[in-house]
């Protein structure tokens, strides 16, 4: 198949060299010209050290010759480009083609999940989404991974799904789109979490209860949107959930680590060096709570940290201190 990348970072180069090796034809393009010419001429990502990336794949910064002739277009950029990119490839995509999305997040304002933001902008092609528990650096090393393909059309699921799996990724499908992609930008938030109460010193009882506790919030607010129950109990959500508020790969969690250790919000992000997608997904996600009325204590707490610069080690007060109150409530 050919295959262009929309996007050049770690997930999309990851997933280009995946899809080289399994004999598709691709193009990866970003829209920062330097960053394309230092791909070409190195074959190395500075992110994913130790992979090198196959000569068949080229790179380009031009709109129009990554779309051309392409049947795929897999959108790998961050979550607040989405919209704008899709702008660039919109005159340049057409019938006959597929869009997978691989971004995560919720636009802030609309709260449109990027498969949405996507639908809004290039409307006469179908969009899929792929998902899950899936850190660049280790698919980037063939290492055993697994996935999910969403799509309201099964069929279009089943065929994303058949290019992505090779020996190195299992690929699972699902028609809860909006589950999905819900799971995968909530999922950082708690993640953050995570990291926050280990650079406090917590320990494991601590992580464990987060992401318990954060994947009752993920869920009730998904249930109030119509998502399926059996979706956050997947791979777009427990097994992400695990891998991002767990994994030494995950940018949420090593912010949230430094936020624990003192670093203000705009410190840690610097540090990390590389989009933290927890911290864009915050706004919608407090939205999207009001809006639906569920509560959401875990996603309350970082947003104070975050955003009202409150003490984390109070807020993990405030949490244990919280009303008594059943584990399963409807």
Same mark, same amino acid.
């Given at each position: /198949?050919?295959?262009?990348? @929309? ?9 280009a060299?995946?899809l ?5 034809? @691709? ?19 500075r ?17 129009k ?9 897999i ?15 919109a ?9 997978v ?21 290039i ?52 028609t ?19 990291? @926050?109460?280990?650079g406090l ?8 209860a ?27 959500? @427990? ?29 840690a ?38 955003h ?6 109070d ?8 009303k008594?109150?059943?584990?399963? /409530?409807?």
């Open positions: /198949m050919n295959i262009a990348i @929309i996007g050049a970072g770690t997930w999309g180069t990851a997933l060299r995946i080289c090796n399994a004999g598709h034809q @691709i193009a990866v393009w970003s829209a920062l010209p330097t960053e394309i010419e230092d791909l070409r001429k190195t074959r190395r990502h992110n994913l050290p130790g992979m090198e990336i196959p000569e068949g794949i080229r790179f380009t910064a031009d709109e010759e990554a779309c051309a002739g392409k049947e795929m277009l959108f790998a950029v961050p979550s607040v480009y989405v919209r704008g990119t899709a702008g660039r490839i005159p340049y995509a057409g019938p006959g083609q597929l869009i999305d691989v971004a995560k997040g919720i636009e802030p304002g609309t709260l449109e999940t990027m498969s949405q933001v996507i639908g809004d902008v409307p006469d092609v179908p969009t899929a989404v792929l998902s899950g528990p899936t850190h660049a650096e280790e698919v980037a090393q063939d290492l055993p991974t697994t996935a999910v393909s969403a799509c309201g059309d099964i069929r279009l699921a089943e065929k994303v799904q058949s290019i992505f799996t090779d020996t190195c990724m299992r690929v699972y499908t699902n809860d789109v909006l589950g999905v992609e819900l799971c995968g930008a909530l999922k950082n938030v708690i993640a953050l979490a995570a990291g @926050i109460s280990a010193g917590y320990g494991d009882n601590t992580k464990a987060l992401i318990t506790r954060g994947l009752a919030e993920m869920r009730r607010l998904g249930l109030a949107m119509g998502c399926r129950d059996e979706t956050f109990a997947g791979l777009a959500g @427990i097994g992400d959930l695990i891998v991002t508020a767990t994994s030494r790969h995950s940018r949420n969690n090593q912010c949230g680590y430094l936020i624990g250790q003192g670093y203000r919000p705009r410190e992000i610097e540090k990390v060096g590389m989009v933290v997608e927890g911290i864009n997904a915050l706004p919608a996600a407090m939205s999207l709570a009001e809006k639906y009325g569920v509560e959401m204590p875990i996603v309350e707490a970082v947003n104070r940290i975050i009202d610069g409150e003490n984390p080690a807020t993990v007060g405030l949490l244990m201190g919280r008594l109150k059943r584990e399963w /409530m409807k």
